[in-house]
C-alpha cells in the first residue's frame, strides 16, 4: 500500500489530469463555436452550419465529461486534504462557489439552445447563446484560476489562531482575487486551451480532407486552423517568455528547478537537454546531461536583460521540488511549443501556395500533432503545480501539512485505484462517443467502409513521401 500522503497526492493529480482535458476542450472550442456560429448565420453557407453542427456536439459531451470528472475534486478537499480546506476556506470558498453558480448555469442553459435552438429562436438569439456559451466557459476557468493563482502568490489574508488551528483570515478580497500570478497565469492557461483545440480542429480535418480531398466544409476547418496557429502559437512563446521572469521574482526555486540550476550564479538556458543515464533522467544535473545551451541567457531571462545577474540556486532552500519532474515537463512543454510554431508557418507557406489541402506530408504531420497541444498543456500544468511543492500554498502551508491526519494508507490507496479506473472509463467513454461522431462525418461526406480502409494515413511514413 501507498502511503496516506503519497496516494492522496496522486489522486488529485490523476483526477485532475483527465479533468483539465475536457475543461480545456470547452474552453479552446468556444472561441471557434462563436465564430462557426457566426458565419453560418452571416453567410447562410452550409459548411459553417456543418462544422458548427459538429464541434458543438463535442462541445456538449466535454462539457458532460468535464462537469462529472470536475465535481469529485471538491470532494477530495475534505477527505483527502481538510487541513487545506480548513486553512483556505475563507480564500477558496467564494471563487468556487463563483465558479459553479456563475459560470457552470451559463454555460449549461445557453448550451441547450445551441444544440436544439437553431430553427426555433432568431439569428441574433442563436449567435447571442454562442457567445454566452463561451463567456461561461471562460468565466469558469477565470474562477479556477483565481483560486490556483492565490495558491501561487498569496495575498489579501492574515493568519490568525482559529480553534487551535492557525488559518488563513480573509482581510482584502479585492487583493486576494486579483493576484500577481492571475493575469500570467490566465492568459498562458486560455491560449494553451486555444492552441491544443486548434491542432484537436486541425487534426481532425486533416483526417476528413485525408479521406476525402474535396471536402470543402473539412478544407475550411484546416485552414480556419492553421490562422489559429498562426495567431497563438508565436503568442504563447512570447507571453511565457515574459511569464517566465514574472516566476522567477515570485517562486525563485519553481524558476532554479525548471533549469536544473543548483548553484547561485549565472543561469545557462538548456534550449536542449538529453539524459546521459538513468540518474540523469532523475536526477537532472549539468554534468550527466548532454546539452544544447545559451550561457547567461537564463540569467538575461530572469533579469529582463543582465546576462550576468544572479540567479538562487536550489541548494539555497532546504528543500526542492521534484527537480526532474519539472526540468524534463518544462523542456517537453516549451519543445513541442517551438514545434506548434513550425507547424502553423508551414501550413500558412501551403495556403499562400494554394496547396493546403494537396500536401500528404502536412496533412500527416497535422494528424500525428492531434493530441500534442493537450499534452503541452498538461506538462505545462505539472510545472506550475510540481514545481510550487513542498508549499500548497506558496510559503504558508506545505502539502504534507495539509494531508488529513486521519486518512489510512489502505483508504487512500484504495480511493486512488477506483478514481483511475473509473476515470479511464470516463475517458474510454468520451473517446469512443467521439469515434462515433467521426463514423458520422465519414458517413454524410459519402466516404464508403471500403474506402475507409484502403485510405488509412501511413503514419510511419510521414516525412518520407514527396508532396
Known sequence: MLGAELASRLQFGWTITIH??????????????????????????????????????????????????????????GTNFPIFSEVAGELIGGPLAFEAKMAFFLEAVFLGILLFGRERVSDRTYVLSSVLVGVGAWLSAFWILVVNAWMQTPQGFELVERNGMTIAQLTDPVAAFLTPRLPWMYVHMQNAAII??????????????W??????????????????LLLTAPLQALHGDAYGRHVEDTQPQKFAAMEAHYETGQA????????????????????????????????????????????LGLNEYESSPPVALVFWS???????????????LWGGYLTWKGRLTESDRYLQAMMLSTPLGFMAMLTGWYVTEI?????????????SE??????????????????????????????????????????????????????????????????
Do not use: C
Not at 271 to 295: F, K, M
Not at 299 to 304: C, D, K, P, Q, R
Not at 435 to 447: N, S, T
Open 20 to 77: 483539465i482535458l475536457f475543461a480545456s476542450l470547452s474552453v479552446g472550442l468556444a472561441p471557434f463555436i462563436v465564430y462557426l456560429t457566426w458565419k453560418d448565420v452571416r453567410t447562410g453557407e452550409q459548411r459553417y452550419a456543418r462544422l458548427r453542427d459538429f464541434w458543438v456536439k463535442v462541445f456538449a459531451i466535454g462539457f458532460v465529461m468535464g462537469t462529472v470528472t470536475g465535481i469529485p475534486m471538491s470532494f477530495q478537499f
Open 196 to 209: 491544443s483545440v486548434t491542432l484537436l480542429v486541425g487534426g481532425i480535418a486533416a483526417y476528413f480532407v
Open 211 to 228: 479521406t476525402k480531398r474535396d471536402s470543402e466544409t473539412w478544407g475550411t476547418a484546416l485552414r480556419i486552423a492553421v490562422v489559429m
Open 268 to 311: 545557462d538556458l538548456h534550449l536542449i537537454a538529453i539524459p546521459t543515464s538513468l540518474d540523469a533522467l532523475n536526477d537532472p544535473r549539468a554534468e550527466n546531461l548532454w546539452t544544447l545551451s545559451i550561457p547567461g541567457l537564463g540569467s538575461f531571462l530572469a533579469s529582463g536583460g543582465d546576462f550576468d545577474a544572479e540567479v
Open 330 to 344: 518544462f523542456r517537453f512543454m516549451v519543445g513541442l511549443g517551438f514545434w506548434f510554431i513550425a507547424l502553423g
Open 387 to 399: 514545481g510550487r511543492q513542498p508549499w500548497v500554498i506558496q510559503d504558508v502551508l506545505r502539502t
Open 402 to 467: 495539509a494531508v488529513s491526519q486521519t486518512l489510512t494508507s489502505t483508504e487512500a490507496t484504495l480511493s486512488l485505484a477506483a478514481f483511475v479506473v473509473g476515470y479511464v472509463a470516463l475517458f474510454g467513454g468520451f473517446l469512443y462517443v467521439f469515434r462515433r461522431f467521426i463514423q458520422m462525418e465519414l458517413d454524410r461526406i459519402g466516404v464508403d467502409p471500403d474506402e475507409r480502409e484502403s485510405d488509412q494515413p501511413p503514419i510511419t511514413g510521414v516525412f518520407t513521401d514527396d508532396d
